[in-house]
């Protein structure tokens, strides 16, 4: 992997990784379990997959890149990435573990 693929990895999977993961938590809790807009689970059927689909394909360009020789600073970028997407995951079960017990 060349030194452009390994940016274009980042640059890619970095922002569709973490964007998806930070609005999930919202769309969830505002489409979902605390509906508040009209036709609210209607927009859940078509925001949620989105959310996972692009969640997904950044995860997988960010992992990519991650695990690339030689390992340089986009090596450690991704892997840092990764680490704040981990954070990001265990704050949003967390919190729909607790929402989950108190309904």
């Not at 996972?52 to 995860?59: I, K, M």
């Amino acid at each position: 992997m060349t030194w452009k693929e390994r940016e274009r990895a980042f640059y890619i999977g970095a922002p569709l990784a973490i964007v998806p993961a930070l609005g999930f938590l919202p769309a969830v809790m505002f489409l979902i379990v605390v509906p508040k807009v009209p036709h609210a689970r209607a927009f859940a059927v078509v925001v949620v997959p989105l959310l996972a689909v692009a969640g997904s394909f950044g995860l997988w360009k960010l992992a990519f890149g991650a695990v690339q020789r030689p390992f340089g600073i986009l090596n450690a970028l991704s892997f840092g990435a990764l680490v704040v997407l981990l954070i990001i995951a265990a704050y949003t079960g967390i919190f729909l573990a607790i929402v989950t017990a108190r309904f």
